[in-house]
């Protein structure tokens, strides 16, 4: 990789650091301040909202959640945990709270990590009303320790829950020679995590700057900045027939900036040429990569790839999600994420989509089998006595057969069993009269 995608890489890198102090959810202030200072990176990024309560197939786009303070006050006056420390300290979702309660109570609302002393868990109660604090096991025991049974503190959470509120998401497309789209989603809805988090949206922002200097992309490429599960779903549901007509397949971002390991899960069969062009990439790089199951636990991938839906969504990304230790915790800060990490899965995620660029992948343009006799590719008149007509028009209409998007002109030759010339052939003539797109 030369120097200049290095530096491109560090800029961003250096930019991630700055969103992560954010407090960052499903919904609210955080996510659209994160979307903002992204734009400002990239003008044509197009910030989009969809409604609090609206009906997203078997779900609901929740309430939109702020939050300004939130803590807990011992009887002394002293501020024992507060949400302006560390924003993992609050439960995502929290409901607004101003009283006095018990040190029982307390603790029944307070969440650690014993196993992890020092780290503060991230925890979220997105679709139940609930309450509660997190903080370091070691936190929890000096509470422990220090105070009394009948002491009291007083809990202050001051967020909110606008049922007229709005989820966010940003969407930026590089237009290329053809309609077919390759679709690269990243998640930005967790608070200050580094891996898990930001350097989705890292690479994600190095993988816009690096194919804008593109003269000609052959694919249009359409990059999603979304929450992670809702998002994805309330996404789909508001531009499914536009996805389901021109997206080719994609790649999930998530956990792609440490630099431990690679690792990917391929789309549900496994077979797809997103997933070919994946593996390719990995072979031509000479990466080692771990390739998990399917369902082994997913991200966006699942969303996009669900029936009715189908579309082909492989995952990339460095150490899995649930498989590091400082996952889901303030331990997951920029000590674990590095320019040499996110330079690793920049280098195979470019590359599996440039390999997807370049792939020919026929589509017919026709429902059904068309009359080809009309276009003078079939005989108008039966003649069993003389095949070869009837040979020649087979090729035609067994090369549309398999023109579902699903496949390119190499998967083509091999299928059909004829030279890759020949291949080439039918494409273009079949181009030329229409019957398919590309």
């Known amino acids: 990789m030369c120097i200049s995608y290095y530096k491109m890489i560090t800029k961003y890198f250096n930019l991630g650091k700055k969103l992560f102090p954010i407090c960052r959810s499903l919904t609210g202030a ?18 989009k909202k969809i409604k609090s309560g609206s009906k997203v197939y ?17 009887k002394t006056g002293k501020k024992i945990i507060d949400f302006k420390e560390n924003n993992l300290h609050i ?3 929290s409901i607004p709270l101003n009283t006095k309660i018990s040190k029982k109570i307390l603790l029944k609302n307070l969440h650690s990590l014993p196993k992890q002393p020092n780290a503060i868990p991230y925890k979220t109660s997105y679709y139940k009303r609930f309450w509660g604090f997190c903080i370091t096991h070691n936190q929890k025991k000096n509470i422990i320790k220090n105070y009394k049974n009948s002491d009291k503190f007083k809990v202050l959470i001051d967020s909110s829950l606008n049922s007229r509120g709005n989820l966010h998401y940003g969407e930026l497309v590089l237009k290329g020679k053809s309609k077919q789209e390759i679709l690269i989603s990243t998640n930005i809805c967790h608070p200050s995590m580094a891996n898990n988090e930001l350097s989705g949206p890292i690479v994600t922002m190095s993988l816009i700057k690096y194919f804008k200097k593109y003269k000609k992309l052959e694919k249009t490429i359409r990059f999603i900045f979304i929450p992670e599960t809702i998002g994805s779903i309330a996404y789909i549901n508001k531009n499914l027939e536009k996805l389901k007509k021109d997206v080719i397949g994609g790649y999930h971002l998530t956990c792609i900036g ?14 797809t040429l997103v997933d070919k ?36 969504m492989a995952s990339i990304f460095r150490t899995k999600y649930l498989e590091y230790p400082e996952y889901h915790t ?3 800060d920029f000590k674990i994420v590095s320019v040499k990490g996110l330079k690793g899965g920049f280098k195979v995620s470019s590359k599996a989509i440039e390999i997807l660029q370049k792939k020919i992948i026929p589509k017919s343009l026709v429902s059904c089998q068309p009359l080809m006799s009309k276009r003078g590719l079939y005989p108008t008149l ?12 087979k090729n035609f209409l067994d090369f549309l057969q398999y023109s579902d998007g699903s496949n390119d002109l190499i998967e083509m030759s091999k299928i059909l069993k004829l030279k890759f010339k020949k291949i080439l052939e039918i494409y273009n003539l079949l181009l030329k009269i229409k019957l398919i797109s590309s």
Request: aromatic content about 12%; some cysteine; proline content about 7%.
């Open 30 to 47: 955080g996510t659209k301040k994160t979307l903002n200072i992204i734009k400002n990176e990239f003008p044509n990024l197009k910030i």
């Open 58 to 74: 078997d779900w609901k786009v929740p309430p939109e959640w702020n939050i300004k303070k939130a803590y807990v006050i011992d």
């Open 91 to 93: 439960i995502g979702y």
């Open 258 to 271: 440490d630099n431990r390991s690679h690792g990917c899960k391929l789309s549900k069969y496994g077979n």
């Open 277 to 312: 062009s994946l593996l390719e990439a990995y072979k031509l790089l000479k990466i080692k990569f771990k390739r998990y199951s399917y369902l082994n636990p997913g991200s966006d991938e699942r969303q996009f790839s669900s029936p009715g839906i189908n579309l082909p």
């Open 330 to 332: 303030s331990l997951d």
């Open 382 to 393: 039966s003649n069993l006595k003389n095949i070869i007509p009837y040979k020649k028009s």
